[in-house]
């Protein structure tokens, strides 16, 4: 990977091994391959606005892993979520990881979270709202029940999407509350505190998204269900 400021007359190498790399202000982040065989890769960081791009790999607590693949979700405010892939290329779900102000160092934020069938991920920012998220994932102790070694799911592991909201930038999340009542005015029936509002985040071919605006503050619409888990069954769903 390299660099100039005279149209390539000449240049200088920043990085060597690397495949891809992402600018996303604050930042310049380069993937780069550690080991072949494996397609293990690594994460580097600089400022975007450096004078000499001077990277630094990044760090990560599960040492024990692999890391695989690389994504890019959000840099506001100089932090970054970055969605980690520690299995396979096959694997359409990952770890969610929250960095310090420095873009270098991370800590886990959320697991397991997917892709959906256009290739995004089940992870959005509420628009106008600093530090609000929503993203689904799999339930972990069903999911983790249901995983092989290869980070293939088993079965019907996959239906077992939850939504979850953060309002401190994915520092906590939680589930959201269930209505009581429906557009009717009916009760909703939900049995107990695990019975909760789950919504398709990410665009869908056939199922709308979650939508906001910066000037709609808090305003949140998107299609869903009330329930255990977040239905692939398009007749269970509604608006929200």
Same mark, same amino acid.
């Given at each position: 990977? &390299?660099? +100039?400021?005279?149209?390539?007359?000449?240049?200088?190498?920043?990085?060597?091994?690397?495949?891809?790399?992402?600018? +996303?202000?604050?930042?310049?982040?380069a993937h780069r391959?550690?080991?072949?065989?494996?397609? !293990?890769?690594?994460?580097h960081v600089t400022q975007a606005n450096s004078s000499?791009?001077?990277?630094?790999?990044?760090?990560f607590p599960i040492a024990n892993l692999n890391d695989i693949d690389y994504t890019i979700l959000d840099t506001k405010h100089g932090q970054t979520f970055v969605l980690v892939n520690h299995? +396979? &290329?096959n694997s359409d779900f990952g770890n969610l990881y929250m960095s310090d102000g420095l873009g270098q160092k991370f800590s886990l934020s959320l697991k397991y979270v997917p892709k959906t069938d256009k290739d995004f991920f089940d992870f959005t920012k509420v628009s106008g709202m600093e530090g609000v998220y929503v993203a689904n994932h799999y339930k972990e102790e069903l999911f983790e029940r249901g995983l092989s070694s290869s980070g293939d799911r088993v079965k019907d592991i996959y !239906?077992? !999407?939850?939504? !979850?909201?953060?309002?401190?930038?994915?520092?906590?999340?939680?589930?959201?509350?269930?209505?009581?009542?429906?557009?009717?005015?009916?009760?909703?029936?939900?049995?107990?505190?695990?019975c909760t509002l789950n919504l398709n985040v990410a665009a869908l071919t056939d199922i709308g998204h979650l939508y906001s605006s910066k000037n709609a503050?808090?305003?949140?619409? &998107?299609?869903?269900?009330?329930?255990?888990?977040?239905t692939t069954k398009t007749a269970d769903v509604n608006t929200y």
């Amino acid at each position: 990977m &390299s660099y +100039s400021d005279n149209y390539f007359k000449t240049s200088k190498i920043m990085l060597d091994g690397v495949n891809s790399f992402t600018i +996303s202000f604050p930042y310049i982040y380069a993937h780069r391959l550690v080991d072949e065989a494996t397609q !293990k890769v690594s994460l580097h960081v600089t400022q975007a606005n450096s004078s000499n791009y001077q990277f630094s790999q990044c760090e990560f607590p599960i040492a024990n892993l692999n890391d695989i693949d690389y994504t890019i979700l959000d840099t506001k405010h100089g932090q970054t979520f970055v969605l980690v892939n520690h299995w +396979s &290329s096959n694997s359409d779900f990952g770890n969610l990881y929250m960095s310090d102000g420095l873009g270098q160092k991370f800590s886990l934020s959320l697991k397991y979270v997917p892709k959906t069938d256009k290739d995004f991920f089940d992870f959005t920012k509420v628009s106008g709202m600093e530090g609000v998220y929503v993203a689904n994932h799999y339930k972990e102790e069903l999911f983790e029940r249901g995983l092989s070694s290869s980070g293939d799911r088993v079965k019907d592991i996959y !239906k077992q !999407k939850l939504t !979850k909201i953060t309002f401190d930038r994915g520092g906590v999340w939680t589930t959201i509350p269930a209505p009581e009542k429906d557009s009717a005015g009916r009760k909703i029936p939900c049995e107990d505190e695990t019975c909760t509002l789950n919504l398709n985040v990410a665009a869908l071919t056939d199922i709308g998204h979650l939508y906001s605006s910066k000037n709609a503050l808090g305003l949140l619409l &998107s299609t869903g269900n009330v329930g255990y888990h977040l239905t692939t069954k398009t007749a269970d769903v509604n608006t929200y």
